[in-house]
């Protein structure tokens, strides 16, 4: 069974069949998901979805890119979206540096309400770190405790390892399976197994031979197949391993 630990299915690329497609993942194996909001309305979307699916976890909260659509009284409501069936995660949120299309410091502001928040309730983050390496772990260090999940993993080798030991876990999706991919599959080699998820970040970063379509779920096994060519393991056993680390990660019974 795979999980992807990132998805977006609350996105408009899904409005014209998002049911049907839906019902389609068990078919590939993909037996669970968690949907990542990016802002307010997507976090009640999110919460729709996990009402809705049994099999379909959410993660709330404001993307780094809808910072500064950020209102005060937002992360209060955040926090009671929390109680809803299902939701088992806060994010995603973080930085982004390189679009940069929202003020530094409005991001930070809002990632660290966002970190304080899950401490606070004790429930994982899901960051997204683009070209921001320094500050996102600098901020995060600020919230010692925090569990957290860096999606879309785009660091070196040097930076996993460091992140690795605070007890942070990593999640790998379409990038990997791209020929000019060379980063994440020596990352993957240098990790502890136990850190690594699965995630398509649907609608974006769809595997080869998709790359440039609408990415989805149903795609994950594509992603599990790189990865167990890199570790020289089967895919199922990547999606075992995978499968248990989100379960724990996220404390899913
Ligand atoms: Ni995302």
């Given at each position: 069974m795979y999980f992807d630990t990132h998805a977006h299915l609350d996105d408009e690329a899904f409005d014209a069949d998002r049911e049907e497609l839906i019902g389609s993942f068990a078919e590939v194996g993909v037996g669970r998901i968690i949907n990542a909001s990016s802002d307010m309305p997507s976090s009640y979307a999110t919460v729709s979805l996990c009402e809705k699916y049994d099999f379909i976890y959410g993660a709330v909260g404001i993307h780094p890119e809808a910072a500064d659509r950020m209102e005060s009284g937002d992360i209060e409501k955040i926090a009671e979206l929390?109680?809803?069936?299902?939701?088992?995660a806060i994010g995603e949120t973080g930085l982004d540096y390189y679009w940069d299309s929202v003020p530094r410091e409005v991001q930070q502001k809002a990632f660290r309400e966002h970190c304080a928040l899950a401490r606070e309730l004790n429930l994982p983050i899901v960051v997204h770190d683009r070209e921001a390496h320094r500050d996102c772990l600098d901020i995060l260090k600020e919230f010692p405790g925090i569990r957290a999940v860096y999606h879309c993993f785009s660091g070196s080798v040097e930076y996993a390892r460091e992140l690795s030991k605070l007890g942070f876990y990593f999640s790998f999706g379409g990038a990997v399976t791209f020929k000019n991919a060379k980063a994440a599959p020596e990352v993957l080699r240098n990790l502890p197994r136990e850190q690594v998820m699965l995630e398509t970040d649907c609608p974006y970063m769809a595997p080869v031979p998709f790359r440039g379509k609408r990415n989805h779920p149903g795609y994950v096994p594509h992603i599990a197949a790189k990865i167990a060519e890199i570790w020289g393991i089967s895919p199922e056993e990547v999606g075992r391993i995978t499968t248990e680390n989100a379960l724990r990660f996220f404390n899913i019974k």
């Open positions: 929390t109680k809803k069936k299902n939701i088992v």
